[in-house]
C-alpha cells in the first residue's frame, strides 16, 4: 500500500522582549538558576500580571508579514495542567481568540514552491525548566524561563514530507529573525517546533491519528525524527496495529522516538478566560503604527532582485534567505552600479563557501561589504583576473588589508595594455611554430596552448579576454 504523510507544526518563538510578558523580569539567558523569577513568575499569592505591550506589538509585526487577520479583540485563557516547572498550576495562553489568525507562508522545496497555511498565532508563557542531569536521585527546577514571552505559530496540515516541514521550519525561521521579533537562537531555545505526524492510505481524505513529537530544536533533528516517525507508523499499520494519540520524544543518538505522555485534548486542559487580564484591545491605529516600522519583507525584496536587477529566481532567493544576507549584497549594488550578478556569485561563491569551511554567519565575516566591493571592483574595471582576485581575496580574508594595498604589494596587476599585449603575443607565436600549424590545420587544442603559453609569458597577469582577442586576429580566426 501507498501512503500519504500528513504533517503540521506547531512552533514556539521567543519573542525578543527584554522583559518577561507578564513580569518586569529579566529575559536574558545564561543567568544562574532562579534568579530571573520574580514574585509574578514564582506565583507568590496576591499576584498579578501585567501584559507587556512589547510582546503584543511583535504578535502584530508577525500577522502582518504573514497576511494574517489582526484580531480587534482576543483573550488570555489559563490552560490547567499539573508539572514540577509551572507554579501556577496553569499557563497563560490564548485558546477561542488568538491574536493573530490566518496567514501562511510560501516555501520553496527544490525548485518547487508551496504554501503553508497558517491556522493561528497566539502569545502565551513559557513554561520552567527541569533539570535532570546534575542531580543523583533528584531533579531541580530552574524557574528562570517560566513567563518568558512566546509566540506559538500553527500551521495547518499542510506538508506532505519531511523535506517541506524542514523548508516551512527554515523560512518560519528567517521570518521572525528577519523582522526583528525573534533571535532564532536554537541552541538557547528561542526556536522550537513540535511536529505533529501522521499517515494515510494514498487518496483517503480522512487524517490519520497523529502523534506529536516534542520539542525539536534543530532542521535536521526535526527532519530525522518525522521520517523516523513516518516509517513507526507504517511498519505499526501493516503489521496489524493502531496508531495511538500520544506525544513523543524524539532521541538523536538512536535515531527514534518514544512515547511521552498520552496525547490531551483541549478539553483535558480546562480552558478559562483568565480573570485577572483584561481583554487585548488593537485598533486600526495601532496595527497602523507598527506596519509604518516594518522592513521590505523577504518576498518582495526577492522580486525587486530579481525585476530591477536581473538576478534569477534561484539567486534571488538565496540572497533574500536571511536579512544580514540581503543587507551585505544590497550594500554591495550600491557601490558597484551594474555588477548585481557578479556581487551575487561572489556572495553565494567564495565567500558563502569560506564562511561554511570555518563555521562563521555573515556578521563574523572578516571582510565587510565595503571591502569585498573594493576587489570586484578590481574585477569589474580589468585590473585583476579571476585568479588573481581569488588571491587577493585569499589575502584579504587572512588580514592583510585592502584589495588595493595587496595588489600593490603582490604585484597583481593585470596587464590589459593591449600594445604591451601585442608584443608579448607575437613573441609567443614566433616561439611556438608548430602550434601555429597545428591551429591553422583545425586543431582548437593548439590554440588553447598558444594562450596557455601566452599566459605564462605575462606570469599569469595579462586579461584573459583581450588574449583570446588578439591571438585570433594574429591567427586569422
Not at 64 to 83: D, E, H, W
Not at 210 to 220: A, G, M, T
Not at 280 to 286: G, K, R, S, T, V
Amino acid at each position: 500500500m501507498e501512503w500519504e504523510v500528513v504533517i503540521g507544526l506547531e512552533t514556539h518563538a521567543q519573542l525578543s522582549t527584554e522583559s518577561k510578558i507578564f513580569s518586569g523580569a529579566s529575559t536574558a539567558f545564561g543567568a544562574a538558576p532562579n534568579t530571573q523569577a520574580s514574585v509574578v513568575d514564582l506565583a507568590l499569592p496576591g499576584v498579578l500580571p501585567v501584559l507587556n505591550r512589547g510582546a503584543v506589538e511583535r504578535a502584530i509585526r508577525f500577522g502582518l508579514a504573514v497576511g494574517a487577520t489582526i484580531a480587534p479583540r482576543s483573550i488570555f485563557a489559563r490552560k490547567n495542567y499539573f508539572y514540577p516547572d509551572l507554579p501556577k498550576g496553569y499557563q497563560i495562553s490564548q485558546y477561542e481568540i488568538p491574536v493573530v489568525q490566518g496567514g501562511g507562508l510560501r516555501i520553496l522545496v527544490g525548485e518547487t514552491e508551496k504554501f503553508v497555511h497558517l491556522t493561528r498565532a497566539h502569545l502565551e508563557e513559557d513554561a520552567g525548566k527541569s533539570l535532570h542531569e546534575d542531580y543523583q536521585g533528584m531533579s531541580g527546577i530552574d524557574l528562570n524561563r517560566a513567563g518568558t514571552p512566546l509566540l506559538e505559530i500553527v500551521t495547518e496540515p499542510d506538508m506532505r514530507s519531511a523535506a517541506e516541514a524542514v523548508a516551512y521550519a527554515k523560512a518560519l525561521h528567517a521570518l521572525v529573525r528577519w523582522i526583528g521579533i525573534c533571535d532564532g537562537n536554537m541552541q538557547e531555545g528561542s526556536f522550537r517546533c513540535d511536529a505533529n505526524v501522521s499517515v494515510r492510505p494514498m487518496g483517503e481524505s480522512t487524517l490519520g491519528t497523529r502523534c506529536e513529537i516534542k520539542n525539536l530544536n534543530s532542521f535536521r533533528f526535526l527532519e530525522q525524527a518525522i521520517e523516523h516517525e513516518v516509517e513507526r507508523q507504517i511498519e505499526l499499520i501493516e503489521g496489524g496495529g493502531r496508531v495511538v494519540q500520544e506525544t513523543r520524544l524524539y532521541d538523536p543518538d538512536r535515531n527514534e522516538t518514544r512515547a511521552m505522555r498520552s496525547k490531551e485534548d483541549a478539553q483535558d486542559y480546562r480552558y478559562f478566560p483568565d480573570p485577572d487580564l483584561l481583554p487585548l484591545e488593537i485598533d486600526a491605529a495601532w496595527i497602523d503604527r507598527v506596519r509604518d516600522g516594518m522592513p521590505e519583507l523577504p518576498e518582495a525584496k526577492r522580486a525587486r532582485f530579481a525585476a530591477d536587477l536581473g538576478l534569477t529566481d534561484y539567486d534571488a532567493g538565496v540572497l533574500t534567505g536571511s536579512r544580514e544576507l540581503a543587507d551585505f549584497f544590497e550594500s554591495m549594488v550600491a557601490r558597484l552600479p551594474g555588477q548585481a550578478k557578479l556581487c551575487a556569485n561572489w556572495l553565494m561563491g567564495d565567500v558563502a563557501a569560506r564562511l561554511n569551511r570555518e563555521q562563521r554567519d555573515l556578521t563574523d565575516s572578516p571582510i565587510s561589504a565595503d571591502a569585498l566591493s573594493g576587489l570586484l571592483a578590481r574585477i569589474a574595471d580589468g585590473t585583476l583576473s579571476g585568479k588573481m582576485a581569488k588571491e587577493v581575496f585569499d589575502a584579504m580574508w587572512s588580514g592583510e588589508g585592502s584589495a588595493d594595498a595587496i595588489i600593490e604589494s603582490r604585484g597583481l596587476k593585470q596587464i590589459s595594455d593591449s600594445g604591451e599585449l601585442e608584443r608579448i603575443i607575437d613573441d609567443v607565436l614566433a616561439a611556438n611554430p608548430k602550434s601555429v600549424e597545428e591551429f591553422r590545420a583545425g586543431k582548437e587544442k593548439a590554440f588553447n596552448a598558444l594562450v596557455g603559453q601566452a599566459m605564462k609569458a605575462t606570469k599569469g597577469k595579462a586579461n584573459p579576454a583581450q588574449v583570446n582577442e588578439i591571438l585570433r586576429s594574429r591567427l586569422g580566426g
